[in-house]
């Protein structure tokens, strides 16, 4: 008889327990998707403005090396005021085989001031969006031509981005500009003189 009772104390015990488990679990999801639905909004902006990974090369055309492309450079002047401007012509030219990918962007073919051996001016200080090339002797795109406009100013000890009318002006003197490449500095076209008067 004690035991039939405390067998069924026992069941309703774990019954008890087994609802109040129950109801803690129910509570546990509820409020977890309140949060959820509250929140939708902020962790869908947060989605939206983290960055994309960077995309894997699939296409299967390699990037074009040293034996593929030459640089070349030209002035619109060689001479200008301090202050003045000068405009360059700078140039990507496909002297390979086969076809390859090139960044035509400003921050991968830079253009470089010095004077001595200080650099006082470069192209890639103020970052550009990437312009993949397909060069290929077999199609049109051979050579592709940008101008990038150099405005007497110095640059080259600045870790941030400023506009042209934030910077220093250089003195009066000779001053060299060289193209390069910024995956193979190797690549260089021939240098250009500059007189600022």
């Known amino acids: 008889m004690y035991r039939r009772r405390r067998i069924v104390a026992l069941v309703v015990v774990l019954a008890l327990l087994a609802a109040c488990g129950g109801l ?10 309140a949060y ?25 055309v390699p990037n074009c090396s040293s034996s593929d492309v030459s640089l070349q450079l030209t002035a619109d002047a060689s001479t200008v005021g301090v202050g003045g401007s000068v405009k360059f012509a700078a140039a990507i030219n496909y002297t390979g085989t086969g076809q390859c990918l090139i960044d035509g962007s ?71 500009a060289r193209l390069s490449l910024k995956s193979d500095p190797s690549v260089q076209s021939d240098p250009v003189v500059i007189t600022v008067q």
């Open 24 to 33: 803690i679990w129910g509570v546990v999801q509820g409020v977890g998707a």
């Open 36 to 60: 959820r639905w509250i929140n939708h909004d902020e962790i869908y902006a947060i989605s939206r403005t983290s960055a994309p990974p960077t995309p894997r090369q699939t296409s299967g």
């Open 106 to 176: 400003n921050s991968s073919r830079i253009l470089t001031i010095t004077t001595g051996d200080q650099t006082v001016w470069r192209s890639d200080v103020c970052t550009a969006s990437p312009r993949k090339l397909l060069l290929s002797r077999a199609s049109e795109m051979k050579r592709d031509e940008q101008t990038i406009a150099w405005s007497t100013s110095a640059n080259a000890s600045d870790t941030a981005c400023r506009k042209d009318s934030e910077l220093p002006k250089v003195k009066a003197g000779s001053y060299v």
